[in-house]
């Protein structure tokens, strides 16, 4: 199992659970961006995306740095993989279930009751 603390995970899906970061980590997947160019399709103001940026920073999920008044964002997805190793321990439970639904699906039905 993979080794993370709770407060690393509580970070991690903490920030992923917000539709407006997952869009901007969307977005760096492309490439560094700055956080005007990350606030700009969600007409925000600097200071709402940057309090995106923090709690993305916070799970390590995005590494900012400051070029004069310009702060670049970039990807970082080390703890997403993280969170992915953490929740396939799970696969087996979840594998088990699926493969008992299909074998119950795949029982022929019973004859309807005669009148």
Known sequence: MVKLSSSQLDAIFHALSDPTRRTILHTL???????????????????GASKHIKALEQAGLVQRTVQGRNHICRLAPEPMAQAMRWLQTYEHFWADRLDALEQALRQPEPPPPEE
Do not use: K, N, Y
């Open 29 to 47: 997947a492309t490439g560094e961006h700055s956080i005007g160019e990350l606030a700009a399709p969600f007409d925000m103001s600097f200071s």
